[in-house]
């Protein structure tokens, strides 16, 4: 099994940023696709960016030009670096990784961006 452990939440203010970090522990040899979602009150989960072993990234539309989703294979880390943060990026956010067709989640880091 992978386990997974997010850390860098917290609170800042419009315009401001921020940089969770997330890391892997288990089965890591077996880990593919690795990511971030979100959850805001009252709202589904929704994909922020995600970042493959080789380095091939996706982001949500809402995120792109200001996230940036990095990988460190060596670490079994996966970082996301948040610029110019808006109220409506407030939510829980969660690291995801995909492995051996199962997939793994992390409890999830709270950010919170005051206007």
């Known amino acids: 099994q992978v386990q997974l452990v997010e850390s860098g939440g917290g609170l800042v203010q419009a315009g401001g940023s921020l940089r969770l970090s997330c890391a892997a522990s288990?089965?890591?040899?077996?880990?593919?696709?690795m990511g971030w979602y979100r959850q805001a009150p009252g709202k589904q989960r929704e994909l922020v960016a995600t970042?493959?072993?080789?380095?091939?990234?996706n982001y949500a539309d809402s995120v792109k030009g200001r996230f940036t989703i990095s990988r460190d294979n060596a670490k079994n880390e996966v970082y996301l670096q948040m610029n110019a943060l808006k109220p409506e990026d407030t939510a829980v956010y969660y690291c995801y990784a995909t492995y051996a067709a199962r997939s793994a989640w992390g409890q999830g880091t709270q950010v919170t961006v005051s206007s």
């Open positions: 288990g089965t890591i040899f077996l880990i593919n696709l």
């Open positions: 970042i493959t072993r080789g380095g091939n990234t």
